[in-house]
C-alpha cells in the first residue's frame, strides 16, 4: 500500500514540475538581428551594436570567435568545411542570443 501512495505522489509531482517547466518555455523572445549567409560567408546584421560573435561545430570546436566588435553589422568566412554550426550573438545590452545554423 505504501508502494503505490510513493508511486502516485512521485507521478503527481514530476507531471506538476513538467507542466510549471514548459509553461516557462512557450514565450519566444525575438531576436534583434538577422543572419545572412553566402557559401561560406555569414553576415550577422543587428539594429544594436554587436559585441561578441563565436561559431562552433556540433561536434564543440570554435570555428569562429570575435570580441568587441561595437558595431551593428559582422561579417567572416567560415574556415572549416562542416555544414551545420551553433551562433552565439552577444548584443551591447548584455543579452545573448544562440542558434543552429546550417550552410550549403
Same mark, same amino acid.
Do not use: C
Given at each position: 500500500?505504501?508502494?503505490?501512495?510513493?508511486?502516485? #505522489?512521485?507521478?503527481?509531482?514530476?507531471?506538476?514540475?513538467? +507542466?510549471?517547466?514548459?509553461?516557462? %518555455?512557450? *514565450?519566444?523572445? $525575438?531576436?534583434?538581428?538577422?543572419?545572412?549567409?553566402?557559401?561560406?560567408?555569414?553576415?550577422?546584421?543587428?539594429?544594436?551594436?554587436?559585441?561578441?560573435?563565436?561559431?562552433?561545430?556540433? #561536434?564543440?570546436?570554435?570555428?569562429?570567435?570575435?570580441?568587441? +566588435?561595437?558595431?551593428?553589422?559582422? %561579417?567572416? *568566412?567560415?574556415? $572549416?568545411?562542416?555544414?551545420?554550426?551553433?551562433?552565439?550573438?552577444?548584443?551591447?545590452?548584455?543579452?545573448?542570443?544562440?542558434?543552429?545554423?546550417?550552410?550549403?
Amino acid at each position: 500500500m505504501m508502494s503505490v501512495i510513493r508511486r502516485l #505522489s512521485a507521478v503527481i509531482i514530476l507531471s506538476f514540475l513538467f +507542466i510549471t517547466s514548459d509553461a516557462q %518555455t512557450s *514565450a519566444k523572445e $525575438i531576436k534583434p538581428y538577422k543572419v545572412f549567409s553566402s557559401g561560406k560567408r555569414i553576415t550577422v546584421k543587428s539594429n544594436r551594436n554587436i559585441q561578441h560573435v563565436m561559431l562552433w561545430t556540433t #561536434s564543440g570546436h570554435r570555428a569562429v570567435e570575435q570580441r568587441e +566588435i561595437n558595431a551593428g553589422s559582422f %561579417t567572416f *568566412a567560415i574556415p $572549416i568545411t562542416d555544414k551545420i554550426f551553433f551562433l552565439m550573438v552577444a548584443m551591447d545590452n548584455g543579452k545573448i542570443y544562440t542558434e543552429k545554423i546550417g550552410i550549403q
